[in-house]
Structures are given as C-alpha cells and as structure tokens.
Nanobody, 126 residues
C-alpha cells in the first residue's frame, strides 16, 4: 500500500521559515516526479512546487518562487519543501503528491499526480 506522509507543518510568524517533509512508503518514487500542493480554507487546491526524479528540473508557482525550495533525497524516498519568508497568505494545508511520470520535466497540472498524502497544516501569523 502506497503511503505519503507529510510532516513539519505548524504555526510560524510572518517572515519565518518551515521545512516540510514527505516520506513515501509502499513503493519507491526515486524515478518519479514529486510535487507539493496547498489548499487554503474555501479555496481550491493549488500547485506549489514540483521536482523531477533526478532533481535537475524544478518548477514553482509564481506566488512562492524565490521563497520556497523543493528538494528530494531518493535514498530516503523523501521530498522536502523549504519555505522561507513566509506570509499570512501561505496559510494552508500542504499536500505531497507523487506522479507516475518519469520524464525529465516538472509539471504543475494536478491531474498528473496519482498519489496524495493527508496533508500538514501551515499557519502563518501576521
């Protein structure tokens, strides 16, 4: 059974930092595209960042570009989201997702992702 388990969420003041982790089990995703999405209350789930299996290609939502960094450790079957300069509008539930795509191109489309975690809450106070 495939599981993606996020951790690292919490309450932080504006301008602060957090690192989210997503540990995969049940199969290896070392050859697959991985991504992060988020969903704020009353809003649709939106793309945040994605990374190809080798880590050589990443893509970010415009709203987080320059503040967030996605990375992965294939030996640990884990992907990370480093979030800096957090803003109140970053408040949301953050979800890790795994795609079946193995091509060397990071993509943002939600339908490209097959497996999802349960989410971790991030709250940024002003």
């Amino acid at each position: 059974q495939v599981q993606l388990v996020e951790s690292g969420g919490g309450l932080v003041q504006a301008g602060g930092s957090l690192r989210l982790s997503c540990a995969a089990s049940g199969r290896t995703f070392s050859r697959n595209l991985m991504g992060w999405f988020r969903q704020a209350p009353g809003k649709e789930r939106e793309f945040v960042a994605a990374i190809t299996w080798s880590g050589t290609s990443t893509t970010y939502a415009h709203s987080v570009n320059g503040r967030f960094t996605i990375s992965r450790d294939n030996t640990k079957n884990t992907v990370y989201l480093h979030m800096n300069s957090l803003k109140p509008e970053d408040t949301a539930d953050y979800y890790c997702a795994a795609s079946l795509r193995t091509q060397p191109m990071a993509v943002q489309q939600i339908y490209e992702y097959t497996y999802w975690g349960q989410g971790t809450q991030v709250t940024v106070s002003s």
